[in-house]
């Protein structure tokens, strides 16, 4: 019904840039808080960055002043810019999505992830 499809990942080296966006589809009436979730190798999915309806946003502290987590609700889309990148960035980043489906139920859906790897 409803998908997620992430881009913008890729090789950097440490202290470069990369924007991620996520783009949502299907049969959406709205769409309610928007994150940016990051899993590393051997380690547990972590919580981002966060952005509201309203646009009231939420960062992970390692990322604070480095990320800025917008979106375009007209798009359905959600952005992380991510600046001064470090290798301890590096991990798969999945976009989740609370929706409010046009049947008006809520459901969460996530994306398929985009490796972001920062060389050091």
């Known amino acids: 019904q409803v998908q997620l499809v992430e881009s913008g990942g890729g090789l950097v080296q440490a202290g470069g840039s990369l924007r991620l966006s996520c783009a949502a589809s299907?049969?959406?009436?709205?769409?309610?808080?928007m994150d940016w979730y990051r899993q590393a190798p051997g380690k547990q999915r972590e919580l981002v960055a966060t952005?509201?309806?309203?646009?009231?946003?939420n960062y992970e502290d390692s990322v604070k002043g480095r990320f800025t987590i917008s979106r375009d609700n007209a798009k359905n889309t959600v952005y992380l810019q991510m600046n001064n990148l470090k290798p301890e960035d590096t991990a798969v980043y999945y976009c989740?999505?609370?929706?409010?489906?046009?049947?008006?139920?809520?459901?969460?859906?996530w994306g398929q992830g985009t490796q972001v790897t920062v060389s050091s």
């Open positions: 989740h999505g609370r929706v409010l489906l046009k049947t008006f139920r809520e459901s969460e859906y």
């Open positions: 952005i509201t309806s309203g646009g009231s946003t």
């Open positions: 299907g049969s959406i009436f709205s769409i309610n808080g």
